[in-house]
T-cell receptor, first 116, second 115 residues
């Protein structure tokens, strides 16, 4: 069974640009969550998508957005990049039964974004 | 506001001995707790979890203890092996459809197991 796949693995952008990251969840997993990992802040929740709808959002500015497609694949977008957006962006998928997650998230290897 | 805290950034133990990683939380609404392990250049992998209706859960060498009154949980690894060297994250969530998929993570504890 294939795991969570994130692309690209590494990317470098400059301030003011925008970036789109992609995530393919484990087959059958309908919930996709995104997290930002930085050395100072640890892992912070960005948002969660289920059935193409955002149903949870963390405390990040509106420059951070996402979407989910009918095949459960998800993308996140960061516009007007700032130096502080440099981080590892992790996607996680989980199994949903009767509307509730089972609690265990399966993470991808992450997309390492560097903003210059 | 750090709702989940791992106060020890690092821990070093000898192979074969017990490793104890600690985690404190402040939100009394949390009812599900998990531990994840992370190697460099990899995503976190699920290790073990515990529901608030239990005070202990065991899986092989890994045991998680939950003390709800103290809002404290700990992960015990016995015996510790060099392959256990990684960053360990404690995470918590409030179950229910409105909060699924959202975990609040601690800052992580780097465990080094020396041969």
């Amino acid at each position: 069974k294939a795991g969570v796949t994130q692309t690209p693995r590494y990317l470098i952008k400059t301030r003011g640009q925008q970036v789109t990251l992609s995530c393919s969840p484990i087959s059958g997993h309908r919930s996709v969550s995104w997290y930002q990992q930085t050395p100072g802040q640890g892992l912070q929740f960005l948002f969660e998508y289920f059935s193409e709808t955002q149903r949870n959002k963390g405390n990040f500015p509106g420059r951070f957005s996402g979407r989910q497609f009918s095949n459960s694949r998800s993308e996140m977008n960061v516009s007007t990049l700032e130096l502080g957006d440099s981080a590892l962006y992790l996607c996680a998928s989980s199994l949903v039964i009767s509307g509730d997650n089972t609690g265990e998230l399966f993470f991808g290897e992450g997309s390492r974004l560097t903003v210059l | 506001d750090q709702q989940v805290k791992q106060n020890s950034p690092s821990l070093s133990v000898q192979e074969g001995r017990i490793s104890i990683l600690n985690c404190d939380y402040t939100n009394s609404m949390f009812d599900y707790f998990l531990w994840y392990k992370k190697y460099p250049a990899e995503g976190p992998t699920f290790l073990i979890s515990i529901s608030s209706i239990k005070d202990k859960n065991e899986d092989g060498r890994f045991t998680v203890f939950l003390n709800k009154s103290a809002k404290h949980l700990s992960l015990h690894i016995v015996p510790s092996q060099p392959g256990d060297s990684a960053v360990y994250f404690c995470a918590a969530s409030s179950h229910g459809s409105s909060n699924t998929g959202k975990l609040i993570f601690g800052q992580g504890t780097t465990l080094q197991v020396k041969p």
